[in-house]
Each structure stands twice: as C-alpha cells, then as structure tokens.
C-alpha cells in the first residue's frame, strides 16, 4: 500500500456509494449460496457473473495478479483463498471477500470506485466454538467502525478491535489490516488491527472524503500465520479456526456511512 491518503469529493459519494451496495448485495447474495456440497469455484462463477452483469468489474481478478472474484477462505484459511473445486462441508466456516469496481465519468474523465467487504458464513451448523469466534469477530469489526469520527485517529479504530481480541482472548492477526479505499483500490493509511504498530509509524488524522476498509481477523488459537505454497492462502499457523469480516466506510463531514452494510449486520448474529 503506497502513496498518498485518498479522499473522495463530496460530488464522488453517490459514486463510491453505488460500488459498496455491489459489494454488499453480492457478499450477502453469495452468502446465501453457501451449504455443504457447493465448491468454491461455483461462488466465484455466480459472483463474477452476477457482478459484470450490473456493469461492475470484480476488483480482486487480476490485482496483483490474483486469479479469482472472490477471496475464499474456509476454516483455518484467514484470508486471500483461491477458490478450489473441493465441497464444503457441514461445520465449516467461509470467509468470502468481495470487491467491486464501478467505472464512471468525474468532471469529464474515467474514475473507479471501489467497494470492499468480508463476512465469514457459517456452513450448516457449526461448533459453538466457531460461532463465538464469528460472534466476536464481527463485534471486533463493529467496535471499529463505531470508533471512526471526522477528526478523530486511524489508532482509534485499532485500539477498539483490539480490546475486543484482548477480552475475549482471541489470536489478532497483526501480518494484515484494513486500509484506505482509493481508485486503484488499495490505499493509504493501513488499519493495523492492533495498537503496538504506532510505536513504529505515524498515526493519521481521520478526514472527511476518506473511504475506509476495516477488517479484522481473529483466531482461535495462535496470531501466528503462514502462507501457502499457492503464495495467496494465509492460514493460521496452528491450523486452529479463524475468522475475518469487513465493511467500508465514508467519512463526511458529519457523519459515517458504512457503505457496504446493505444487510445490516451489526446484530446479525444475535436472534
Ligand atoms: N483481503 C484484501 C482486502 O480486503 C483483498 C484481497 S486482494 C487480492 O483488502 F488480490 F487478494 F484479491
Ligand atoms: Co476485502
Ligand atoms: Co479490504
């Protein structure tokens, strides 16, 4: 993640809000496809499809060389999961990431916006180990957007996300984070999802214009990662469940807009 801060023009917000309510509708769209028996490659067709369908492209195929739609990552799998042709099965819990890209016209030029997001889904009926860890996850997630204010600092969001993992003793994934949104995706400033990273660089005043990704990760065991031979998949290096979800969000004036929250899940896991 490189150069400068981005910040959108207030002109621009219907515009990055239009690609989050993509990335929202089909995370939660994919979501609903997710049972014991389905691969994860037949995700990625229906996301893709259905994504270039509404005249978006799907920001992860190709970045950085990535081959897929979705980012898929089941079970001890944290994050960046190339989708494969094994079933799911019952119990498992799936991580799908999805981006979305929307071109447009801005003061006469081609511009991108993109919009971001993570849910991992239970397959089934999972263990009430894995859905406290999911429970958590997500109460990490939405500490940290609470946390986001006009003036206030990237620290705050890392501070919050990571009292949640303290409390409930989860492993914080340190490796990965979220980050600004800018028109090729990925910006400054990285939202470490923990506080020890600002003893070693500048923390960053929270502005309006800014588009935010938030994204923690939580384990059940260890923090410790590896990554597989494929050179995408991390894992835990305990081989122990994780979980990762994430939303973006705008930061106007006066107020903050999770843009991807299209299915309100703040409560979701509460009934
Ligand atoms: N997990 C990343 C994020 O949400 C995106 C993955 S980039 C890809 O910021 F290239 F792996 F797709
Ligand atoms: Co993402
Ligand atoms: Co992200």
């Known amino acids: 993640m490189s150069g400068p801060i981005c910040i959108f023009e207030e002109e621009q917000y219907p515009l990055i809000r239009k690609a989050a309510a993509l990335a929202g509708e089909i995370l939660h769209l994919v979501g609903e496809r997710v049972a014991a028996g389905k691969t994860l490659l037949e995700l990625d067709a229906f996301a893709e499809e259905w994504i270039r369908d509404q005249g978006a492209v ?135 999802n923990f506080t020890e990273y600002f003893k070693h660089y500048p923390d960053d005043e929270i502005k309006p214009g800014m588009v935010l990704a938030v994204e923690p990760m939580f384990n059940i065991g260890t923090s410790a990662i590896k990554k597989h031979k494929d050179g995408w998949t991390i894992a835990t290096a305990d081989r122990k469940n994780s979980a990762h979800f994430e939303h973006s969000a705008l930061v106007t004036k006066d107020s903050v807009e999770i843009i991807t929250d299209v299915r309100k899940t703040r409560d979701i896991f509460k009934s």
């Not at 981006?99 to 999972?126: L, M, R």
Request: glycine letters at 12%; hydrophobic letters at 35%; one cysteine or more.
């Open 58 to 192: 799907p920001t992860f195929k190709g970045y950085m060389g990535f081959p897929n739609t979705l980012c898929t990552s089941v079970n001890e799998n944290i994050v960046h999961g190339i989708p494969n042709d094994k079933p799911l099965k019952e119990g498992d819990i799936v991580s799908i990431d999805v981006g979305v890209t929307v071109t447009e016209d801005f003061n006469g030029k081609p511009f991108k916006y993109v919009g971001d997001n993570a849910f991992t889904f239970p397959c089934g009926e999972i263990n009430a180990k894995s859905r406290r860890l999911l429970e958590a996850t997500n109460e990490g997630l939405w500490a940290g957007l609470d946390s986001i204010k006009a003036g206030g600092f990237i620290s705050d969001i890392s501070k919050a996300i990571e009292q949640i993992a303290k409390d409930k003793r989860y492993g914080n994934v340190q490796e990965f984070g979220g980050h600004g949104i800018g028109p090729e995706y990925h910006c400054q400033p990285f939202i470490p």
